[in-house]
């Protein structure tokens, strides 16, 4: 909540409202040019500038970053975009008297104040400010346009940790966001903070890369009252799964996976065999016994099942079976006395697990394909895209720490968003801003960043937080992919990796620990189960003779079946 304080010289400026709801806003707003700056009620108090340009009412939240207080240095800076000012008056003098475009993507230009009749109403009491600080509620703050979400930097974390004081009271489902008012600490990286936002392009959502790794707080959001809020405020729905049907789709394990199980006090024992943690082949109720790549029939009853389930269920889904599949959840003990092991995050980090990390890179592999495909077959209508492309958002948003936790999950999703043949859609893309501008927002300026945070090894990894960590970057790096970047930047995220890889292994049990808190009592529906095994959708995207050809020719292969839709989809000009 950005309450201006005592002395803070834009609270006596004529073009400061105050708290003004985004309507009353819009009503002041009577030309092309006309502006005024306000805290937004639905974000917080967080500072807005509302302007009217070409017709429409479009309000950009001021990024506004807290500096730890120095001699003869500003406590606050504010942005927009890239360029930042020691004070708001700065700011907007610098654009007004520029006639500068306040963002990018959609060239509004502010120049007309609309000037504030009276005192200002202050409906955001300091008091409610001071108990939610007291009780240690990390708030986010985030730029918004109402065509074409801007970029946000992100900065250090509270001064109390890496995940802030309030990071081990958070409840299994709350979600993680941007912190406001942030600190900037030191990390990893050398000193002197300077990043690039994140832009979207019209019609076309591509990141610049951050030249610092973000660190992204946590945040507990209150209970939902039932009313959809504004901007991207989503609250998690995945505690009240519904819809699902009881029946396991896999062998049953030794106990259920929602029960915790002492770990025995044993000594490593020599690895007898490779280990596969996939279930053994059973007649699927889906595929016939030698089925065709890309089947019709199969998509549309796919898709239909999807449907069926919300976000969270889906989730808690995709969870379940990214655990079997990494031996985390369901491991018998003849698969624990096999690899010397009790879970498979210790397996793959070493050099007997090969078989292991090699099942768990195919696995990330087919789940990208398969997100991709779900928007790409949609080829009846725009809304239908949209549709499907939202759908993928809102499942990257149960996954993510704080919710379900399902980090490989999640960066399977983020990876159907961004492979190419989607990334390219402008027109579906523009549609989901304009439609559901919030969904969007969240994938912009929460999403990419934590993903990118995740894969360069500062993303969250708290047990607490996570069910399942991010083992792709690990995996990656243990079958010989060499890193990105330059040579400084790649070593350090090589020893990020390998901290991480350890920090994976000794925490294994915690990691069980809080997946199966996360799915204690949960009944999966044995079709949507079946769907998100590996195996199945390896018969899916290439049928039963086609999986077995080589593994370059058949991503290669269904790579060019994406591109051929993609393109049939929104041709280039």
Partial sequence: MQVPRDGEDFASQTWYHGPLSRQKAEALLQEDGDFLVRASPSRGGHLVISCRWQGSALHFEVLRVALRPRPGRPTSLFQLEDERFSSLPALVHSYVTGQRPLTQATGAV????????????????????????????????????????????????????????????????????????????????????????????????????????????????PDASGQRPTYCELVSQVSSVQGTSPGPSCPEPEAPWWEDREEEERCFARPQAEVSFRPPGAPSSLLGPQNQSLELDVLCALRGLFLEHHAGSTALHLLLADCQAAGLLGVTKAQRDAMGFASGLELLTLPHGHHLRSELLERHEVLVLAGALAVLSCTESLKERTAALRGLVELALELRPGAAGDLPGLAAVMGALLIPQVSRLERTWRQLRRSHTDTALAFEQELKPLMQALDEGTGPCDPGKVALPHVVPVVRLLEGEELPGPLDRSCEQLLRTLQGARHMAQNAPKFRKAAAQRLQGFQPNPELQEALTTDFLRRLLWGSWGMRTPRAARLEKLQHILSVLSQRLEPDC
């Fill in 110 to 221: 502010a120049s007309r104040p609309v000037m504030r009749e009276g005192p200002i109403r202050r409906s955001l009491s300091q008091d409610t400010l001071l108990d939610n600080l007291t009780q240690g509620e990390l708030l986010r703050a985030r730029k918004w346009s109402d065509s074409q979400p801007a970029g946000l930097e992100h900065v250090g974390q509270s001064g109390e940790g890496h995940w802030g004081p309030g990071a081990s009271a958070m409840p299994a489902l709350a979600l993680s966001c941007m912190g406001s008012d942030p600190v900037l600490l030191k990390t990893l990286t050398p000193p002197g903070f300077t990043a690039d936002s994140l832009r979207a392009l019209d019609g076309q959502l591509l990141a610049k890369a951050p030249t610092k790794p973000p660190q992204i707080p946590s945040l507990v959001l």
